[in-house]
């Protein structure tokens, strides 16, 4: 939870500098592409977290690696992180951007997920319905898993919608288990 609040307010005056400029969205992806080089995992992770390696020499090391590819606000911010000895807030500084991207734009995150693809035309169809009906545009993510046998459920932030044949059949298979 602090990580997520002091993630927040990184991710919020980064935010800030970005707006001022009028280049969010490029800093967004910039923030994501540092992210994704150094990643969750591996030698150069290790590298990024560790605190033996003296500061000086990863601010060294990162600014050589990114300086001139992505913007100077980014790149500050990887230094921020690495100077107040923060480096494990990155992935959360990201996601907390991302977030106030989408409250910028007035969107919400939802995530399909089916037995099988859906349609296109069914798949538009069904978003537009519920942004008809919960008033919000959304960015979907669509997964498919066969483990569902048919049917959907679907992920609106907090709110979980299950459809699908497998969630009916754990349903009844709770119902059983308490009336037996």
Avoid: C, W
Avoid at 96 to 106: D, H, I, K, T
Wanted: glycine content about 6%.
């Amino acid at each position: 939870m602090v990580n997520a609040v002091l993630a927040r307010r990184y991710a919020t005056a980064v935010a800030s500098l970005a707006q001022q400029r009028g280049i969010v969205d490029a800093i967004g992806a910039d923030l994501a592409a540092i992210a994704a080089a150094i990643g969750e995992r591996g030698a150069i992770y290790d590298f990024f977290v560790a605190p033996v390696v003296d500061r000086r020499e990863k601010e060294r090391v990162l600014a050589e690696s990114f300086e001139g590819r992505v913007d100077p606000i980014a790149l500050h911010t990887l230094l921020l992180l690495v100077r107040k000895r923060r480096e494990t807030l990155l992935g959360a500084v990201v996601n907390a951007y991302r977030a106030l991207q989408r409250e910028a734009r007035g969107a919400e995150t939802l995530t399909v997920q089916s037995a099988r693809p859906i349609e296109r035309d069914e798949y538009r169809s069904l978003i537009e319905r519920l942004e008809q009906l919960y008033g919000k545009k959304f960015e979907v993510t669509e997964r498919v898993d066969p483990d569902l046998i048919g049917g959907l459920r679907i992920f609106l932030g907090d709110r979980r919608i299950d459809a699908s044949i497998a969630g009916r059949l754990e349903a009844l298979a709770r119902e059983l288990a308490t009336t037996a």
